[in-house]
C-alpha cells in the first residue's frame, strides 16, 4: 500500500512539474543575463538548449549572442554565437564557440549547418579537451570544425553575459 501511495505522489509531482515551464525568453533588443566575472574563466565546456524566434541562415546580419564574455581588448574573450555576413573567418549562420587568450588571435569552432529552424530546441556543448583541443556538438553530434587550443578560457575581471554581446547594441538573442 506505501508504495501505490508513493507512486501517486511522484505522478502528480511530475505531472505539475510538467506544466510549468521554466526558461528564459530573450527580445533581442535589451534582454540579458549578468553572470559576473567568474562564470567565464577557466571554462572547459559551454552547454546549453536554445530555441530560436525566427530562422537563422546565411542571411544572418548581425551576431546573435547566446553566451559572452566581451572585453574591451578582446582579449581574454569567450563567445558561443551566430556569425552574421560580412565577418572573418566567413562562417554567416554557422554557431561558433570560442575563445580568445592573451595576445593571440580568436580560437573558434563552428557548426556543419548555417541553417536553424525557429521554434525547434537545439542543444549545444562547446568543449576544450586537455588533450584533444577544441570541438563542438550539436544535438549530441561532434561538428567537422576542431581547433588545437587545449587551453581553457582566461581568468578575467569582465562579466560574462546571456543573450548579449555585452554592451555593444544590436548583437542581442532573440
Known amino acids: 500500500m506505501k508504495k501505490i501511495y508513493l507512486f501517486c505522489i511522484c505522478a502528480i509531482i511530475s505531472t505539475c512539474s510538467l506544466a510549468q515551464t521554466p526558461t528564459l525568453s530573450f527580445d533581442g533588443v535589451d534582454d540579458y543575463i549578468d553572470l559576473g566575472t567568474d562564470a567565464g574563466s577557466g571554462i572547459r565546456t559551454l552547454e546549453c538548449w536554445f530555441k530560436l524566434d525566427t530562422e537563422v541562415n546565411s542571411t544572418l546580419s548581425q551576431f546573435s549572442s547566446i553566451v559572452i564574455r566581451d572585453t574591451p581588448t578582446e582579449f581574454e574573450e569567450l563567445f558561443l554565437c551566430?556569425?552574421?555576413?560580412?565577418?572573418t573567418p566567413s562562417l554567416p549562420g554557422h554557431l561558433v564557440f570560442g575563445i580568445n587568450l592573451q595576445s593571440?588571435?580568436?580560437?573558434?569552432?563552428?557548426s556543419d549547418?548555417?541553417?536553424?529552424?525557429?521554434?525547434?530546441?537545439?542543444?549545444?556543448?562547446g568543449v576544450i579537451n586537455p588533450v584533444s583541443g577544441m570541438s563542438l556538438y550539436i544535438d549530441g553530434i561532434k561538428q567537422i570544425s576542431?581547433?588545437?587550443?587545449?587551453?581553457?578560457?582566461?581568468?578575467?575581471?569582465?562579466?560574462?553575459?546571456?543573450?548579449?554581446?555585452?554592451?555593444?547594441?544590436?548583437?542581442n538573442f532573440a
Open 82 to 87: 551566430f556569425y552574421p555576413t560580412g565577418i
Open 104 to 110: 593571440t588571435s580568436d580560437r573558434i569552432v563552428y
Open 113 to 125: 549547418s548555417n541553417y536553424w529552424e525557429a521554434d525547434r530546441w537545439y542543444h549545444v556543448a
Open 146 to 171: 576542431t581547433e588545437s587550443n587545449t587551453n581553457p578560457s582566461e581568468v578575467s575581471s569582465f562579466t560574462t553575459t546571456v543573450g548579449s554581446w555585452g554592451n555593444v547594441s544590436g548583437r
